[in-house]
C-alpha cells in the first residue's frame, strides 16, 4: 500500500476548510447553510441526527451531487454552503475534498464529526426508521 487512510485524510484535511463543532453549531438552521449527514443510516437510527440534515449515503455522494448524473439531488444546486459530517471526522474529510475537487462550493466539514457536535452539546433528534 502506498497510502494509508491516515495520510489520505491529512492531505484532505490540508485543503479543505474544517468548523470546530462550536462553528457548526452556531450556523445551524441559518439561512444558506445545509448539514450534510454522510454516515450509513443504521449510525443515525443507533445514534440519532443533526436537526434539519440531510442525509447522503456516503457511496452516493459524488452522484447526487453532479447535476449531470442519473442520480442529481437538486439541493446540491441550491448555492448554499454545504457543512458534511459523519462520526469522527475522517468519511467528512474525504468527502469534503471530493466534492471540492467536483467544484461544489463553499463547503465545509465539521473536525470530530458527529461525535464532536454530541459532546458539544449540539442538539439531536431520533431518527426513525421507515
Request: proline content about 5%; aromatic content about 10%; overall charge negative.
Given at each position: 500500500?502506498?497510502?494509508?487512510?491516515?495520510?489520505?485524510?491529512?492531505?484532505a484535511?490540508?485543503?479543505i476548510?474544517?468548523?470546530?463543532?462550536?462553528?457548526?453549531?452556531?450556523?445551524?438552521?441559518?439561512?444558506?447553510?445545509?448539514?450534510?449527514?454522510?454516515?450509513?443510516?443504521?449510525?443515525?437510527?443507533?445514534?440519532?441526527?443533526?436537526?434539519?440534515?440531510?442525509?447522503?449515503?456516503?457511496?452516493?455522494?459524488?452522484?447526487?451531487?453532479?447535476?449531470?448524473?442519473?442520480?442529481?439531488?437538486?439541493?446540491?444546486?441550491?448555492?448554499?454552503?454545504?457543512?458534511?459530517?459523519?462520526?469522527?471526522?475522517?468519511?467528512?474529510?474525504?468527502?469534503?475534498?471530493?466534492?471540492?475537487?467536483?467544484?461544489?462550493?463553499?463547503?465545509?466539514?465539521?473536525?470530530?464529526?458527529?461525535?464532536?457536535w454530541?459532546?458539544?452539546?449540539?442538539?439531536?433528534?431520533?431518527?426513525?426508521?421507515?
Amino acid at each position: 500500500m502506498t497510502k494509508g487512510i491516515k495520510q489520505l485524510c491529512a492531505e484532505a484535511e490540508a485543503e479543505i476548510e474544517t468548523w470546530t463543532p462550536e462553528q457548526a453549531i452556531e450556523q445551524l438552521g441559518k439561512d444558506g447553510v445545509t448539514f450534510i449527514d454522510i454516515r450509513d443510516i443504521r449510525e443515525l437510527w443507533r445514534d440519532g441526527a443533526v436537526p434539519g440534515a440531510v442525509h447522503v449515503p456516503r457511496g452516493m455522494l459524488e452522484f447526487w451531487v453532479d447535476p449531470d448524473s442519473p442520480y442529481g439531488k437538486d439541493v446540491f444546486q441550491s448555492g448554499n454552503r454545504f457543512v458534511f459530517f459523519c462520526a469522527g471526522g475522517l468519511r467528512s474529510a474525504l468527502a469534503t475534498k471530493a466534492v471540492q475537487d467536483m467544484g461544489l462550493e463553499p463547503v465545509c466539514h465539521i473536525q470530530g464529526g458527529f461525535g464532536a457536535w454530541k459532546a458539544a452539546g449540539g442538539p439531536v433528534v431520533e431518527k426513525e426508521k421507515k
